[in-house]
């Protein structure tokens, strides 16, 4: 018996994460309804498998009201969504996977050290599960990337689980609270989706619910506000020398002057300042000052978590040295004629594509997009300097080059009209025109993809074959 079983739960959307929540609700015993807005080949291929185990499926029509005990809600979906929002108003609950994954977890269930922010969570995420694995931990990084949560709590081979939330995920969540937690940043991200910073902020702050442990970055201001008010036991961290405690960086060394080492570990070596030295910046696998940060800060939450479950201070650097960054952020994908040619398809709004872009002196920059209701004037004012020349791609294109027209009329711009997955040829080739010896041609869009693209991850893959293609062997 589960707390499911005989329950009418709605699931809402068939993507990856909502065929893996109706698989666990069916087994948990759930009547489950399956509502998706599309009705294509792609979709009926999952909604066959469901029907098979015993679901409903309407396909086709995501906004009729339903009658539910539950609806359990893809993150994509906005709350004020038809059918969710009616739901809100009848009094039906409405959660999303990863909060229906923390329901569902066993008594004994692996514990969760959790990553948020506007941008730097995937490497953050790599990074604390690299430094818990040094540890000795079987774990594994999930939530927003890599495998559905509603999977992986259920898997018994995992020790502690380095969980990835996103604002959407948050929101939807109640219960949730990671046995530690750490917000990296919070800038303009998704106002058409929360409809206010400060809505966006507060569902970021619900990683700290609960668990009176968390780590927060004291460089960023709306953070910093935020922690003191939503953490019990805030640590904070930076990318200057810690004061009075935290985590940070001195003399190109991350360090941790967190009080306390546990006694049954080695004691370490102490900086003057009676900081543990844990790696140093240099011995990195990551460019750029961004990077250093989510480095501090993956040290940061799991010297955190490490205040309840053993976690010994080499192991961070041990962890940190080991791990080598994903696809799509900030990947050397060719490099010819003196001009490297540099993926960040991952850069999906202007904090990521600033923290990109001040990792490199001399920029040829391809951006734009889905600006999804985020300004650019700030990235280009600070950025300008650094820009060698810009090609303009997407559906936002034109908001890019006004603001380049305000901040930066001296530098060369190039607009690519072709809006269909081509267009990334076209700016490529444009590209290659503009730059010269010592260049690095960087794709940090600053947008979403999905007006030109199915995703980032397509947009990265077709700007590496077209820059290959112009770099020569």
């Known amino acids: 018996m589960t707390p499911y079983d005989g329950q009418r739960v709605v699931v809402a959307g068939l993507g990856v994460s909502g065929l893996a929540v109706a698989r666990e609700l069916l087994r948990a015993g759930a009547r489950v309804l399956v509502v998706d807005a599309r009705d294509d080949e792609r979709t009926e291929t999952g909604a066959a498998e469901l029907r098979a185990g015993g679901a409903e499926l309407r396909l086709g029509d995501a906004e009729t009201p339903v009658d539910a005990d539950l609806i359990v809600t893809s993150p994509g979906w906005r709350p004020d969504q038809p059918m ?20 569902l977890r066993p008594i004994d269930a692996a514990p969760w050290v959790a990553v948020t922010g506007t941008n730097g969570k995937t490497t953050t995420v790599g990074m604390v599960e690299a430094i818990l694995r040094a540890a000795g931990y079987r774990t594994v990084a999930a939530g927003n990337v890599g495998r559905p949560l509603i999977e992986v709590v259920l898997d018994p081979s995992y020790d502690v689980l380095a969980v990835e939330l996103s604002s959407f995920q948050l929101y939807w969540s109640r219960d949730l609270a990671p046995d530690a937690g750490v917000v990296l940043n919070l800038a303009e991200d998704h106002l058409d989706w929360h409809g206010s910073l400060d809505a966006y902020g507060a569902a970021k702050a619900g990683i700290w619910r609960g668990n009176g442990c968390g780590a927060y970055n004291a460089d960023d201001p709306l953070v910093t506000r935020l922690a003191l008010e939503a953490c019990d036991d805030p640590h904070p961290f930076t990318v200057e020398r810690p004061v009075g405690g935290g985590f940070g960086v001195a003399d190109g060394v991350i360090v941790d002057g967190m009080s306390g080492v546990s006694p049954d570990e080695p004691r370490p070596v102490y900086t003057a300042d009676n900081m543990i030295p ?88 391809i951006a734009g997009g889905l600006l999804k209701g985020a300004t650019v004037d700030d990235l280009i004012r600070d950025q300008g300097p650094r820009l060698r020349g810009v090609v303009l791609i997407g559906q936002d294109r034109a908001v890019i080059a006004a603001a380049l027209a305000r901040h930066a009329a001296d530098v060369p711009v190039v607009t690519v009209e072709t809006q269909d997955t081509d267009g990334m040829n076209e700016a490529v080739r444009h590209a290659a025109e503009l730059a010269q010896p010592g260049d690095t041609v960087l794709l940090a869009p600053a947008a979403a993809s999905m007006d030109m693209f199915r995703d980032y991850a397509e947009r990265g893959d077709r700007f590496a074959a077209a820059a290959r293609a112009v770099a020569g062997p």
């Open 84 to 103: 969710l929002a009616a739901a809100v108003r009848d009094g039906i609950e409405v959660i999303g996977e990863p909060e229906l994954a923390w329901r």
């Open 278 to 365: 844990l790696v140093a910046v240099a011995d990195l696998q990551v460019r750029g000052p961004h990077n250093v940060a989510n480095a501090v800060a993956a040290a940061a939450v799991s010297r955190v978590f490490g205040l309840r479950q053993p976690l010994p201070w080499m192991a961070v650097g041990e962890g940190l040295r080991a791990y080598r960054p994903g696809r799509h952020r900030n990947e050397l994908v060719a490099s010819g004629g003196g001009v490297d040619w540099v993926d960040d398809s991952k850069a999906t709004n202007p904090h990521a594509a600033a923290a990109s872009l001040s990792a490199y002196p001399s920029v040829v920059w």
